[in-house]
């Protein structure tokens, strides 16, 4: 898609459309120029000083009988043009030094970002002001000090976006590769920091353009005879019980068209967020709209219409020439109430597929399915205010580390009671009670007092149970906790697991158990998934699981959990050879190069997922007979 494109995209939502309007018309009259109103603007006629609105005044006469709504309209281009000059003069001056010194070596690094940490603690108005005081009341001092003004706002944000990018592993790739100084700065640091920068220049133009008229306020400004739109504000204001709009009219000016600038600004920020660039790559894209994205197509689609389909999710990183895609065609579907459980080992894609049903996956990271749906809607072409609203009050995700989910600034009342109350329009009275309820269901001891303290207050058990009850503040359909125990302890884990087992019988709400600890999720789930190098390669009631896993892979896991009746004497069963990331994956199963069961076959072709008795296997060997001494331990080869 074009810049320009999605430039006109950002201006569909409200907000942009609006500003953007105010905008065209402002910078049309400024185009314009003073010319055609230049004679009523300036002509002094006493007899009608200080007039009323009629018919040839719309807004009246300032003091010496001129129009002020003529006078406003030729105040139009110098007052936008010394907003945009400051503006220009900040961001020459800032974004240069910040973005350059983001890439600087730490010392000077940290000693351009003290310099600039003293130039924000001064506020922007008194740095003007002295400035403007040093050089002399005039237009270009005004225009100059309020560049200089702005100017460490913008070396900042470069600064934090430059270091950023430094940070990165590309920056880190191109300095390996002998790259650095003036080309690491033009070609890595200013093409990434480009678009946030147009966005922060379209929000500094609006104070900018306050600043000025301020200025021009005070006298300090543009002077006689020419005038700004803060100059009329000074001169209108010594009337102003007897000819009101003459200081009316010329601030509202100011407040319009810096509000203009702040929403447009707001719709470009709006446009440029990764969630917007899915939303766009998805239904503009056309490889990806005729594509296939299953790579087995063969693999049954999921049929049962239930609280979350999945058809053929893709999850996609890299550029579109070298994409790397870490989750490769999941299919699954979840009926209302059920309890599902996603195993496999660290790097099989059981995050990214929860992170794509909940439309959370980081940036660059893009996702596409056949069918993405919660609660019977499809979550790729449902527009964004209503999937805001369906992701907000139908689904609930947990994360594994409590403490970073939590605001650390926020009490758990206003944190609990915050989604409740932007999606349910309930009263914040009925609100905290209701979050008093839901502490007490995950069995928060004393939560009428708990619910006024700050997370860092509570054990990591109890936040991870904040986090539960937090979720079930609405009615979420669909609750999805991924490793909700990992860094608990036992006793910790086991309360966690009885909340989750509580939640589902008293509420209804389904399940979706990510984890490592296939224990826990067999503990927990009816249905356990078991992923492999970006893929399911196993699903099946959990009895079934226990009793006869099909997959060599889930057998080896199987036999590789510890248990009380296994002899101390016989080491703990390991799983031969390295976990494949779903990079890594070449032709073949990707299993094939640690499984005991391996033929020729499985080297050629990856098994498609494929219905097997009570569920589904993908593996050319399911059920096949493991060799002697594994087949009563299949991962005891190696320990
Ligand atoms: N932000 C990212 N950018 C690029 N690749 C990523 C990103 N996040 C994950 N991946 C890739 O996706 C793979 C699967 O990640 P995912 O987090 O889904 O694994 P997981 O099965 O949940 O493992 P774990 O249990 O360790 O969290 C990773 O091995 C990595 O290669």
Known sequence: MTRLKRVTQVFRTPGGLVGGIVLLVIAAIAVVGPGPWHSAATAIDPEVARAGVSNDHLLGTDDLGRDVLARILAATRLSLLLALAATGIGAVLGIPFGAASGLFAPRWRRLAGRLIAVMLAFPAILTALIVCAILGPGQGSAVLAVGLAVAPGFARLSQTLGATIAGSEYVAAARVTGVGGWRLFRYYALPNIAEPMIIAVMMVVSDALLATAALGFLGLGVQSPSFDWGGLL??????????????????????????????????????????????????????????DPAPTPTEPSPNARGVLEVDRLLVEFGTADSPHQPVRGVSFSMGAGEMVGIVGESGSGKTLTALAVAQLLPYPGRSRARRLALDGQEIQTVPAGRLRRLLGTRLAVVFQDPLSSLNPALRLERQLTEKILAHHGMSRRVATQLAVERLGDVRINAPSQRIRQLPHQLSGGMRQRVMIAMGIMGTPALLIADEPTTALDVTVQAQIIDVLRELNAVHGTAVLLISHDLSVVTELCDRVMVMYAGRIIEDMPRSVLIAKPAHPYTRALMASIPSLDMSQDRPLAVIPGQSVSAEQVQEGCPFAPRCLLVIDRCRQQEPPLVDHGAGRVACWRADAELPDESSRNPASVQS
């Open 234 to 291: 000074g001169d209108g204001l010594r009337n102003i019980y007897i000819a009101p709009l003459a200081a009316i009219a010329p601030g509202v000016a100011v407040v319009l068209t810096g509000l203009a600038f702040n929403l447009v600004g707001d719709a470009l920020a709006g446009g440029s967020t990764p969630r917007h660039r899915l939303v766009r790559r998805r239904r503009h894209d056309p490889v990806q709209r005729h594509e």
